[in-house]
């Protein structure tokens, strides 16, 4: 059985989570060169990668299908931990999203809670042959409404839309007609002036910040700003790894999480930013496979999930670097730090190598 797991596992996938786990360790060295606390932050990726190892390999040993087959009781628990974060949550940088770890740190609950509800959005999914007309789209918009709304309490407006990125890729796949997505996508659009007054002061202010940036050049739009300038000043080869001006004189706000893709951008030019998102693009079409061959419709549900899930990730924190998105607090998948989100992406891709495996009767 070993032997014909190692035959079979899909290792195109495999190298490409690695070299992008190797471009986090890189950039993150690169982007605390300097710091006094560079060697403690290093210590910590060490051990996000090492439990996300062991979470990878346990997520692929199990048959997705019996994971899937207690949705209600993960997904009653995904709302709990949600929950938790309300009442027991540390507040950091005005947000309560973190639940204290003592030594160990924290974790996000609403990192966790993405993969969870990948899991039991497909199980929902799975018995349902077709979605033929709009109001046959109600009960799975509110599997995801419910959390989704406890995320935005927080507050975490960008998790959010992570979770309906996911429900409109599921719920295609699964069935429902284009025309009927579009009809939702255009009411929301059609609501969002209505929702203004329901955003928290500093949401307003990224969102006329990333509209006009130079209107609050030293304030809120002083990121988006210097991220441009970073990545733009990269050229085509870049400045070389710990050579890049705004990050050596540390110009660039969180420039080891939500920007660290202005670090590869300056240091590394246009050549390493375009292996890094060429890497993206291996790990994608190889999910997409997965969800293409998989043995059945739950296989096929969860891959899409996961995989919508990092694609939504990327699009978002990389055009947020360079000014086509507001600035939001979504990690670049595997390569950002923060140890929940590593966790929850190597998990992920976990799940996909138990897809992949079992694609085959009797797998």
């Known amino acids: ?18 070299l992008l786990a190797a471009f986090g360790v890189v950039a993150l060295i690169s982007a605390r060169h300097g710091f006094a606390d560079a060697a403690s932050f290093l210590r910590a990726r060490t051990l996000h990668l090492s439990l996300g190892a062991l979470a990878l390999v346990a997520f692929a040993a199990k048959d997705y299908r019996q994971l899937a087959g207690a949705w209600q009781v993960v997904y ?24 204290a770890l003592g030594a160990f740190g924290g974790f996000q609950p609403s990192e966790v809670a993405k993969l ?10 799975e018995g349902v042959k077709s979605l033929p007309r709009l109001r046959a789209l109600f009960p799975f918009a509110l599997h995801i409404a419910i959390p989704a ?17 996911v429900l409109a890729a599921v719920l295609y796949v699964a ?19 209505f929702l203004w007054r329901l955003l928290h002061d500093y949401q307003r202010r990224r969102l006329t910040a990333f509209l006009d940036p130079g209107a609050d050049p030293l304030g809120t739009g002083y990121a988006l700003i210097q991220s441009k300038i970073a990545v733009g000043s990269g050229q085509i080869l870049g400045k070389g790894l710990f050579s890049g001006t705004q990050s050596v004189l540390r110009f660039i706000p969180e420039q080891h999480t939500d920007f660290v893709f202005t670090v590869i951008g ?18 994608l079409w190889r999910a997409l496979r997965i969800a293409e061959g998989a043995r059945d419709r739950l296989g096929a549900l969860v891959a899409t999930g996961i995989a919508a899930m990092v694609a939504f990730h990327v699009v978002v924190n990389v055009g947020m670097t360079v000014g086509l998105m507001p600035v939001t607090g979504i990690p670049l998948p595997l390569v950002s730090h923060g140890g929940t989100a590593i966790l929850t992406t190597l998990a992920g891709t976990g799940m996909l190598l138990s897809i992949h495996l079992r694609r085959r009767p009797g797998g």
């Open 1 to 18: 059985m070993r032997a014909r797991w190692l035959r079979e596992v899909d290792w195109v996938l495999i190298g490409a989570t690695v």
């Open 76 to 99: 009653a628990g995904t709302l709990l931990l949600l929950a938790s974060v309300l009442v027991l949550g540390d507040t950091r940088m005005g947000a309560q999203r973190w639940i």
């Open 175 to 193: 069935g429902a007609r284009a025309q009927d997505l579009a009809g939702v996508a255009a009411a929301a659009a059609v609501t969002a002036p």
């Open 149 to 165: 709304a406890l995320i935005v309490r927080q507050p975490d407006l960008g998790t959010a839309l992570v979770l309906l990125a």
């Open 116 to 125: 969870a509800l990948v899991i039991t959005l497909a199980r929902h999914l």
């Open 266 to 283: 300056e240091e590394l030019g246009l050549a390493g930013a375009t292996l890094l998102l060429g890497l993206y693009l291996v790990w």
